[in-house]
């Protein structure tokens, strides 16, 4: 079984979509140039993707990579027919190699740095779409089929950007049913929300003097247990991160404000303006009055 991920900030982008009752021009071989997402809604549907047939049944879902051979190899006995919808997603998919590593061993949820405000990392959760499927949701999934097939056949105003919401849908519960039937649990550890509620505090608390006591008392727990759970999911102390996000906002002042050194270091909760300058410096390689220089030029 083939399995590719998708990143959580794939831009996806609906090119063609449709309902397609089996007739003779299926026995031909097609191609297109997207990926190609198919759900039957009659079955079966005897499909050949290059040189290796398939037997769908009603509510299987199968995905086909662009340029992709496919052909029906056999006609049903009776009616058959399957929603299909071509997109391309950017990035690509990233096929996942399934033959030494099984696909439940796959760290694909739960991507802790992109929690961080000052990061920028492209670290990202990661949707999970199987080749093959027959997902529980079906009749859920046949839903936004429809409404594709909908939006297609009469396009109106922001048609596309529906589609976009349809295809999405249709990735998510696919995702998330192939997770439920296949990984032993899909819940944040306990830890995690410690670490959710610390990130929240500092994005609001970070200019006031948090010290350790403070902390401890928001928290209703030890400064040292917080700091383990903080320094496992972010990868770095809690002192760090408080530093980078009062720079965080003095560059921002820096550029945007004529507020004075010692005025910006008062502001992100530092009154001490040559230590200001000092932590500034370790974080951005150069002083705060040189950066502002530099981009006031670029302005």
Request: charged share 30%.
């Given at each position: 079984?083939?399995?590719?991920?998708?990143?959580?900030?794939?831009?996806?982008?609906?090119?063609?979509?449709?309902q397609y009752y089996v007739n003779e021009s299926f026995y031909t071989y097609h191609y297109n140039p997207y990926y190609q997402l198919i759900m039957v809604s009659e079955g079966?549907?005897?499909?050949?993707?290059?040189?290796?047939?398939?037997?769908?049944?009603?509510?299987?879902?199968?995905?086909?990579?662009?340029?992709?051979?496919?052909?029906?190899?056999?006609?049903?006995?009776?009616?058959?027919?399957?929603?299909?919808?071509?997109?391309?997603?950017?990035?690509?998919?990233?096929?996942?190699?399934?033959?030494?590593?099984?696909?439940?061993?796959?760290?694909?949820?739960?991507?802790?740095?992109?929690?961080?405000?000052?990061?920028?990392?492209?670290?990202?959760?990661?949707?999970?779409?199987?080749?093959?499927?027959?997902?529980?949701?079906?009749?859920?999934?046949?839903?936004?089929?429809?409404?594709?097939?909908?939006?297609?056949?009469?396009?109106?105003?922001?048609?596309?950007?529906?589609?976009?919401?349809?295809l999405c849908k249709i990735l998510e519960i696919i995702s998330t049913d192939l997770l439920e039937q296949n990984f032993q649990t899909i819940t944040l550890p306990g830890s995690?929300?410690?670490?959710?509620?610390?990130?929240?505090?500092?994005?609001?608390?970070?200019?006031?003097?948090?010290?350790?006591?403070?902390?401890?008392?928001?928290?209703?727990?030890?400064?040292?247990?917080?700091?383990?759970?903080?320094?496992?999911?972010?990868?770095?102390?809690?002192?760090?991160?408080?530093?980078?996000?009062?720079?965080?906002?003095?560059?921002?002042?820096?550029?945007?404000?004529?507020?004075?050194?010692?005025?910006?270091?008062?502001?992100?909760?530092i009154e001490d303006p040559f230590y200001f300058s000092k932590i500034f410096k370790q974080l951005e390689g150069m002083p705060p009055s040189k950066y502002r220089e530099n981009?006031?030029?670029?302005?």
């Open positions: 079984m083939k399995y590719y991920a998708a990143s959580r900030l794939s831009v996806f982008d609906v090119k063609w979509a449709k079966p549907v005897y499909l050949q993707v290059e040189n290796e047939k398939f037997i769908l049944e009603a509510g299987e879902t199968f995905l086909l990579n662009p340029w992709e051979r496919h052909m029906g190899w056999r006609k049903p006995e009776g009616a058959s027919a399957f929603f299909w919808v071509q997109f391309s997603p950017d990035p690509p998919f990233k096929e996942l190699d399934t033959s030494t590593k099984p696909i439940s061993e796959y760290e694909i949820l739960h991507a802790e740095k992109n929690e961080l405000r000052t990061t920028t990392t492209s670290d990202a959760d990661q949707l999970l779409i199987p080749r093959r499927f027959k997902p529980s949701q079906r009749f859920k999934i046949l839903n936004h089929f429809e409404d594709l097939d909908k939006e297609m056949k009469h396009p109106v105003g922001y048609f596309r950007f529906r589609l976009t919401q349809h995690y929300h410690i670490y959710r509620q610390l990130l929240s505090f500092f994005h609001d608390f970070y200019q006031t003097d948090l010290t350790k006591e403070v902390i401890e008392k928001k928290m209703n727990r030890s400064y040292e247990h917080v700091s383990q759970v903080f320094k496992k999911h972010s990868g770095m102390n809690i002192v760090h991160y408080i530093h980078q996000l009062r720079i965080q906002r003095a560059k921002h002042l820096l550029v945007e404000s004529s507020l004075s050194i010692q005025e910006i270091a008062r502001e992100i909760g981009n006031s030029r670029q302005r």
